[in-house]
């Protein structure tokens, strides 16, 4: 996957030592980091900031830190592949808690999504 590549070349350019705790450690703060930059970016294009922002600098934030959340969890030794999935199934199995959803069985009820899931 990307993340993984992206590790790999940061390593090749030395941004990495192969140091665990080191890496995770520097992978979290830029995780933070990027976080703050989303809240940014998503407060000016939303006008709720002192200047204004586009909705393409937001994006790039967003992806900066999505970016930056694959790497992390790659240098904790995780496969995001496959937490996001496991994840993804306890949401839709368990279904929202908000009531606006459909009952179960329905075209659009989280048992639905989830066979569609599984297909």
């Known amino acids: 996957m990307w993340a993984s590549l992206l590790i790999h070349e940061l390593r090749k350019a030395g941004v990495y030592n192969n140091d665990p705790q080191a890496e995770g450690n520097r992978q979290l703060l830029a995780l933070a980091a990027e976080t703050g930059e989303v809240v940014g970016a998503y407060t000016r294009y939303t006008g709720q900031a002192r200047r ?20 992390t ?11 996001i999935e496991r994840k993804l199934r306890k949401i839709f199995e368990r279904g929202w808690k ?3 959803h459909p009952p179960p069985n329905t075209p659009h009820s989280h048992a639905a999504r989830l066979t569609a899931w599984n297909d």
């Open 52 to 71: 204004t922002g586009s909705k393409e600098d937001f994006e790039d934030e967003l992806a900066d830190l999505i970016i930056t959340a694959f790497a």
């Open 73 to 83: 969890a790659y240098v904790a030794g995780s496969d995001p592949e496959v937490f």
């Open 98 to 100: 908000e009531s606006r």
